[in-house]
């Protein structure tokens, strides 16, 4: 897929706004860094790796007027989760050429989803149905995804049966933007509800399920989309391999364990209220975390673009040699 | 609560429009067991008691016509998985007076309920979280409700704390109907994705999980609104106690386990399109099935309006002799 979500042109940041698809291609033409911190805050660019490279360019256009260090902090407040996040703006921050920095961290990016998508599916051996959640593909970082690219990837090596797309609410992410995105590349797949997943196992045979990160500590807790844990504990269940699959820079190695990974917490009006309709009563109160975090011991494998890794996880030191 | 969502009154069925909640409240006024049919098959009426006793009114308006043998077989076609619908329809067939038989039943289910929400309430020890799934009050049942019964009735005697609604994708009955009854009485909850019910348990003290269902089969496997099994399972994972509420009405006491419980499968529409807006792509494939079902090994609890019963479940012969 060439979609390119987060290109810089000639000094602006255009940018694809997946807050309308799948109903509307709408890009964004961002000439600030102020622009380009808002929507990262308001979800129009999503997605842990392409959070870090919308970041990583919006400081680029930040040095060009001095303001460098006050648009650090702020974009720094946008997404507590994401690491990427925090990652591109130290490496943009004290590179001597920040643009030149930022079309560094997009092209490793490229690549590493690249090495992710083989890595994963050389776990494979035979044409497979794969369960995901999310969105994990080329509208989550700037290459071929991450769970989404293993998807990709085994399409492309006639090792994929069937992706199996939870839809992810509230923000229903698998069925608005993994499916637009599967069904641009024709790759077969049918969408579930998330409460369908544990009864989908009980009822097919299932190879694998991929999900993406936002964050990875350094024991291999990992916070993801909310219902990832769900999906891990109930693939435990069924004795599916589960699979997290992201690139070195989702992960934290200054976090032992996914107790220290700050959790956003959204807003009620993304239960409430779909496709601007008011769907619950009056004054309903919501719990609306935007991540969980799912424990190492669940994880089959860990899955970058340094290869494969099996629990028990040490992510510390290569994390600390990938940012030198 | 003194909703009356199923009335026989003067030769007409007046039914509550579940579709159409919570932002309006309308009423259907039905005069023939046609309609009554078509309210049930369109999900106007629904809740497998609810189902039953509507069922039951139904026949015996066809009874007054000389159909009820062409009705009966119309109604057993409207919604394949719950019970009580052909219960009821037995009953009804079998009895000297069709409408009095129709009358017994619902004032049974009252009953019922009433007694399931205080065998329920009896297995809480203090003032409790307890997790709920789909619609399970005085929408899918003629009285307080099943599981929604136990909620209420523990409320009443100030043991519980707060219940956490599943949404329950693809219809939103938590989010609609159950939200919208709780709120009608002031009963504290909050709603959350289906997804989050694993986060929800491990960032909070949950004392119960309580489930509606619409058939039990003799070894308590249970089937119930798709997303119970994930529930089920997460809830032994976390060691919360996993209860299904349920009249004997529900037993099928002819089916030795869940294998032979037939499943639903529901249009695609339900998971692509929300609040009548279309949401995913087009040519979207799901898989939809309206039940799961759940082992009789997660069920901590089955209760009843007979008593709470415990595994090994070995309800055959509770059913048949509640059926003399």
């Known amino acids: 897929m060439h979609l390119d979500p987060v290109a810089y042109v000639e000094g602006r940041l255009r940018v694809l ?20 911190a808002e929507a990262i805050e308001t979800m129009a660019v999503r997605g842990a790796p392409l959070i870090g490279v919308a970041a990583a360019y919006a400081l680029a256009m930040a040095h060009k007027t001095g303001e460098i260090n006050e648009a650090a902090r702020a974009l720094e407040r946008t997404r507590p989760t994401a690491v990427n996040l925090f990652h591109a703006i130290r490496r943009v921050e004290n590179a001597p050429d920040p643009l030149a920095e930022a079309h560094a961290i997009k092209n490793e990016e490229i690549a590493a989803n690249q090495a992710i998508g083989n890595f994963g599916a050389s776990l494979l051996a035979k044409p497979s149905t794969i369960i995901t959640i999310c969105s994990t593909g080329s509208l989550a970082t700037p290459g071929i995804g991450t769970a989404l690219g293993i998807i990709k990837t085994a399409f492309q090596k006639n090792l994929l049966k069937e992706a199996i797309l939870l839809e992810t609410r509230p923000r229903l992410q698998g069925l608005k933007l993994n499916a637009w995105e599967l069904s641009q590349e024709n790759i077969p797949f049918r969408v579930i509800a998330d409460g369908a997943a544990a009864a989908f196992m009980s009822a097919h045979s299932v190879d694998m399920v991929a999900a993406g990160a936002d964050r990875i500590a350094a024991n291999g807790d990992t916070a993801n989309k909310i219902g990832t844990l769900m999906l891990a504990i109930v693939s435990d269940t069924f004795k599916i391999p589960f699979v997290i699959a992201a690139p070195t820079s989702t992960i934290d190695s200054k976090i032992p364990s996914g107790e220290q990974i700050p959790i956003e917490q959204r807003a009620a009006s993304e239960i409430v209220e779909i496709a601007q309709t008011r769907i619950a009563p009056e004054n309903v109160r919501v719990w609306n975390p935007a991540f969980d975090v799912t424990p190492a011991r669940l994880i089959s494998h860990i899955v970058t673009e340094r290869g494969v890794f099996a629990p028990p996880y040490d992510l510390g030191a290569i994390r600390s040699s990938a940012e030198k």
């Open 17 to 36: 706004d997946q807050r309308a698809l799948p109903n509307q291609q709408i890009w964004l033409d961002l000439s600030t860094w102020q622009q380009a």
